[in-house]
């Protein structure tokens, strides 16, 4: 994306099906090219996106995932388990749009996919058959949270199986107790993010869908996570204070949103031995690393600003966190543009993105 309204390929123009046929809803051009104009470009750099860029990036992760199953189809056409559940996703897309996108957009379904084609290139013969396992996946139980007009109804996916690490091992199945202690601490954390930091809740209920229960650090500490083929899906403990979740849900919502960037437009050079400090870490990060958890640290900057300035969340607390994220967010994004590994629209996003967390001074 070097300039405005310039496309960047997400998708495989006049692909074609292992029967020859044209992509399902390709029509004659092909899968569809996406592009990232500068103002949203800049306003995802920001965290002020909204609705508006999640939909633009959620159209560059279906046909993602599209061009991944036609690629399974293509290794193994005698796969007669996924030829049947491909047919069924094909049939999806003509008949029930939005049930298509719902079973393409299924977090875990991009590991998946990727997974077995890495492993049908190396030689190995894996079975094809968790197409359909995603194709009939029990929804589980759904949150139906609503505050102020906002409303947000995340799957909470408790009962596995995984095919993405979290960081931290799983919690499930729950019981009916512990389902009902996440539907209120989420009900708490909503209305925090709709009544205190809208703009990201907007964000938050146009992106995630899935929530994954994790178990907290060996001390109890609260974590949270989200995975790069995960696109949709926050992982995290189950914290004390609904205030935690809230950060929690900005913080991982900004890694699913960049990582679904990096898929349209390169920010920066692959991940060679160079390794950087980050402020928050012990230990060094390489560029992309450091550039993820820099954009994520945004979101949290911003989360005690808010509440620093509503005099909520014991402001002598607030005011401490914010101080202490944004100096380590502008340290961060300084050691990004001196590093030499960020392309030139990597270098125009960590620009403003350092931009955004010296507006929060006011």
Same mark, same amino acid.
């Given at each position: 994306?070097?300039?405005? &309204?310039?496309?960047?390929?997400?998708?495989?123009? *006049?692909?074609? *099906?292992?029967? *020859?046929?044209?992509?399902? $809803?390709? &029509?004659?051009?092909?899968?569809?090219?996406?592009?990232?104009?500068?103002?949203?470009?800049?306003?995802?750099?920001?965290?002020?996106?909204?609705?508006?860029?999640?939909?633009?990036?959620?159209? $560059? =992760?279906?046909?993602?995932?599209?061009?991944?199953?036609?690629?399974? @189809?293509?290794?193994?056409?005698?796969?007669?388990?996924?030829?049947?559940?491909? $047919?069924?996703?094909?049939?999806l897309q003509r008949s029930d749009r939005a049930r298509?996108?719902?079973?393409?957009?299924?977090? %875990?379904?991009?590991?998946?996919?990727?997974?077995?084609?890495?492993a049908r290139s190396l030689g190995s013969a894996v079975? +094809?058959? $968790?197409? &359909?396992?995603? +194709?009939?996946?029990?929804?589980?139980?759904? +949150?139906?949270?609503?505050?102020?007009?906002?409303?947000?109804?995340?799957?909470?996916?408790?009962? *596995?199986?995984?095919?993405?690490?979290?960081?931290?091992?799983?919690?499930?199945?729950?019981?009916?107790?512990?389902?009902? @202690?996440? %539907? %209120?601490?989420?009900?708490?954390?909503?209305?925090?993010?709709? @009544?205190?930091?809208?703009?990201?809740?907007?964000?938050?209920?146009?992106?995630?869908?899935?929530?994954?229960?994790?178990?907290?650090?060996? #001390?109890?500490?609260?974590?949270?996570?989200?995975?790069?083929?995960?696109? &949709?899906?926050?992982?995290?403990?189950?914290?004390?204070?609904?205030?935690?979740?809230?950060?929690?849900?900005?913080? %991982?919502?900004?890694?699913? =949103?960049?990582?679904?960037?990096?898929?349209?437009?390169?920010?920066?050079?692959?991940? #060679?031995?160079?390794?950087?400090?980050?402020?928050?870490?012990?230990?060094?990060?390489?560029?992309?690393?450091?550039? =993820?958890?820099?954009?994520?640290?945004?979101?949290?900057?911003?989360?005690?600003?808010?509440?620093?300035?509503?005099?909520?969340?014991?402001?002598?607390?607030?005011?401490?966190?914010?101080?202490?994220?944004?100096?380590?967010?502008?340290?961060?994004?300084?050691?990004?543009?001196?590093?030499?590994?960020?392309?030139?629209? #990597?270098?125009?996003?960590?620009?403003?993105?350092?931009?955004?967390?010296?507006?929060?001074d006011g």
């Open positions: 994306m070097t300039g405005t &309204g310039e496309a960047v390929a997400a998708g495989v123009p *006049g692909a074609r *099906g292992a029967d *020859g046929s044209v992509t399902e $809803g390709s &029509g004659a051009g092909g899968l569809p090219r996406h592009a990232v104009d500068r103002a949203t470009f800049r306003a995802i750099a920001g965290a002020r996106g909204g609705p508006e860029a999640v939909r633009l990036l959620r159209a $560059g =992760q279906l046909s993602k995932r599209a061009l991944l199953l036609l690629a399974l @189809r293509r290794a193994a056409p005698q796969d007669e388990d996924f030829r049947e559940a491909y $047919g069924e996703v094909c049939a298509w996108e719902e079973v393409l957009l299924r977090p %875990e379904l991009d590991a998946w996919a990727a997974d077995c084609l890495r079975p +094809l058959d $968790g197409l &359909g396992d995603f +194709l009939r996946a029990d929804p589980g139980a759904v +949150l139906d949270l609503e505050c102020d007009g906002l409303r947000w109804t995340p799957r909470v996916d408790h009962l *596995g199986p995984r095919r993405v690490d979290y960081g931290r091992p799983p919690v499930g199945p729950l019981s009916v107790d512990e389902l009902r @202690r996440w %539907e %209120e601490q989420s009900a708490a954390a909503w209305e925090i993010l709709v @009544r205190r930091h809208r703009r990201h809740a907007a964000a938050v209920a146009a992106c995630v869908t899935v929530v994954v229960p994790l178990r907290p650090a060996p #001390g109890g500490e609260a974590v949270s996570a989200a995975a790069r083929r995960a696109y &949709g899906a926050v992982a995290a403990s189950l914290p004390g204070d609904p205030v935690l979740l809230a950060l929690a849900l900005v913080h %991982e919502f900004l890694h699913i =949103q960049l990582g679904a960037l990096l898929d349209l437009v390169p920010l920066h050079r692959p991940n #060679g031995p160079a390794v950087y400090h980050a402020p928050w870490r012990p230990d060094r990060r390489p560029a992309g690393a450091l550039l =993820q958890g820099t954009y994520a640290h945004l979101g949290v900057a911003s989360f005690w600003c808010a509440e620093a300035a509503a005099g909520m969340s014991e402001p002598s607390r607030a005011e401490r966190e914010f101080a202490c994220w944004r100096a380590h967010t502008l340290a961060a994004a300084g050691t990004l543009l001196e590093c030499g590994e960020l392309t030139a629209d #990597g270098r125009e996003f960590t620009e403003e993105l350092a931009r955004a967390v010296r507006e929060l």
